[in-house]
């Protein structure tokens, strides 16, 4: 059964630091996305990881994805109050054959402070 | 072009009492799928609709039932409610897995539903 673990699951950043948010999957997988969720909103869709080493940025944020550690990382640079929200990764289920049934990850909030 | 909408925004019902929420995809996604979420965890996946058949199905008890129409809008059943069921429920459009693009999957706003 898939499993995925984020961390931290809460962080609190100053504005201009940067961090990283770490998503750990349990079973090989052939794509793995990042959402945004802000306070009771739906998910908006941030980046879809499709294949090993696949990096990608918008803005101050950037994903990148190791298929054979099974880890993909969200790295924040320069942290702004607005990226202020929950963060969750989402790996699909199935490989060799994606099925868009998505197991979430835990989440990650973070608060940047002035 | 529209995006994925969802009916009702919020609904409060009581314990024993039955639910249809309502999801109308992605202009031109064939795939509905449908997630549960509880306060302050992520999204479960329900299950998942295409050509008017459940697909694939997650860890729910029976009296979460589905379908989905001709013009690929979908509702979500729940029966015999309990306080547990309280959760944001969202769906997700997509085409179906294996065409080019599927891995494109857009939520909906959710409906909020509270059981009392």
């Known amino acids: 059964e898939l499993k995925v673990e984020q961390n931290p699951l809460f962080l609190s950043m100053q504005e201009g630091k940067n961090y990283t948010i770490y998503c750990n999957y349990s079973?090989?997988?052939?794509?793995l996305y990042w959402y945004r969720q802000d306070p009771g909103k739906s998910l908006e869709s941030l980046f879809v990881?499709?294949?090993?080493?696949a990096v990608k940025q918008e803005g101050r944020l950037m994903a990148s994805l190791d298929t054979k550690a099974r880890l993909s990382t969200l790295h924040i640079t320069a942290a702004v109050h607005d990226l202020s929200a929950t963060y969750f990764c989402?790996?699909?289920?199935?490989?060799?054959?994606?099925?868009?049934?998505?197991?979430f990850g835990t989440g990650t909030l973070l608060a940047v402070q002035p | 072009d529209a995006g994925v909408t969802q009916s009702p925004t919020h609904l409060i019902k009581t314990r024993g009492q039955q639910v249809t929420l309502r999801c109308s995809p992605k202009?031109?996604?064939?795939?509905v799928s449908w997630y549960q979420q509880a306060l302050g965890q992520g999204p479960q996946f329900i299950f998942q609709y295409y050509e008017e058949e459940e697909r694939q199905r997650g860890n729910f008890p029976d009296r979460f039932s589905g379908h989905q129409f001709p013009n690929y809008s979908s509702e979500l059943n729940v029966n015999a409610l309990l306080l547990g069921d309280s959760a944001l429920y969202l769906c997700a459009s997509s085409l179906i897995p294996g065409t080019p693009s599927s891995y494109e999957q857009y939520f909906g706003p959710g409906t909020r539903l509270t059981v009392t």
């Open positions: 990881l499709l294949s090993n080493g």
């Open positions: 202009s031109g996604h064939d795939t």
């Open positions: 989402a790996v699909d289920s199935s490989y060799g054959g994606a099925t868009n049934k998505l197991i």
């Open positions: 079973t090989t997988s052939d794509r």
